[in-house]
């Protein structure tokens, strides 16, 4: 049975940035950055109001079709409570469309405020980590930006058809992550233009078939990643290579494809973040301040971040 929560409860969900893929991990391997967004929720006696500060402040909807609502709206659900009304306020760092993982973090942190609303009432109700990256995966379609900002560190992550609603008229993904803790020697960098991508396109761009040698490329070094990620991180140049989809992006990204030419030039391991355009480079050393000088003179962002724990509520 549903329960009504009280007028007044209010909580703040802390919730970091991600970059998926990480090189050869397609929709599998996934990296929480400390770069975060923060949305406070506010249980009010009728109606909503919704407040957008900082990035996609001018782009998003402030209404119920934020993503944000919308995860509240899901996980009050899925905790089997509800509110009359609900305050939300979004302070927002994270950039949109930079292949950064931000409407990921829109859903996780919408579902860990829910999540921690339900709590006050009873902490019985409330949903554990699976069952958060069970729901935020739902509303991505893949697991590697939702559990990387769910968990923290880096993530392996994965999918299976649902066998209870398989043949159904509504069958579903079951979405499961295993954390990794993060080398402390392994320093994050990401160059972000300012330029946004669509992750639609870029992903209309990746072939149907691909080659069984190419198909094999990728798994040996999605198994490497995970060992340069955790105990070698001298593996990460050939730990971050791939053929699956960096190449088959190029045309739409030339900026992003001519800076991870750079860096792994240089030594640096790099790759895009996401679908793109953020190059993320992975590395024990910091970035050049050659290459970091040139890299703001072509109008790129450069971020030096830490990798993040995951969704925190307050």
């Not at 599998?28 to 400390?34: D, E």
């Not at 392994?186 to 972000?192: G, N, P, S």
Request: with cysteine; hydrophobic share 45%; aromatic share 4%.
């Amino acid at each position: 049975m549903t329960q009504t929560l009280p007028t007044g409860l209010t909580v703040t969900a802390r919730v970091p940035a991600s970059s998926a893929n990480l090189g050869p991990g397609f929709d599998t391997l996934g990296i929480a950055l400390g770069l975060y967004d923060e949305i406070t929720v506010t249980t009010t006696g009728s109606g909503l109001k919704i407040r957008v500060e900082g990035e996609g402040a001018e782009d998003v909807p402030w209404g119920p079709s934020h993503l944000v609502v919308r995860a509240i709206e899901r996980g009050l659900e899925s905790a089997g409570v509800w509110a009359e009304g609900l305050d939300v306020v979004c302070r927002n760092a994270i950039p949109h469309s930079r292949g950064l993982g931000s409407s990921a973090s829109a859903v996780v942190g919408g579902l860990a405020a829910a999540n921690g609303l339900a709590m006050k009432l009873d902490p019985a109700l409330g949903l554990s980590p699976d069952q958060l990256v069970q729901l935020s995966s739902e509303f991505e379609g893949h697991p590697d930006n939702a559990s990387a900002s769910v968990l923290g560190g880096a993530v392996v992550s994965w999918s299976c058809e649902d066998q209870e609603s398989a043949g159904a008229s509504t069958s579903g993904n079951r979405y499961y992550a295993v954390p990794l803790t993060v080398h402390p020697a392994i320093r994050v960098i990401a160059l972000i233009p300012g330029e946004r991508s669509s992750t639609a396109h870029t992903r209309g761009l990746l072939p149907e078939v691909v080659a069984h040698r190419d198909a094999a490329f990728n798994v040996s070094r999605g198994a490497l990643a995970v060992v340069a990620l955790t105990e070698r991180p001298d593996l990460l140049m050939p730990a971050t290579e791939d053929r699956l989809h960096q190449v088959q992006r190029a045309p739409a990204l030339p900026l992003t494809t001519r800076w991870i030419s750079l860096l792994r030039k240089a030594g640096i391991a790099a790759a895009v973040s996401g679908a793109g355009p953020t190059v993320l480079a992975l590395s024990t050393e910091p970035l050049p301040d050659d290459l970091r000088v040139q890299a703001e003179a072509e109008g790129l962002q450069v971020l030096e971040l830490d990798v993040a724990e995951g969704v925190r509520i307050s």
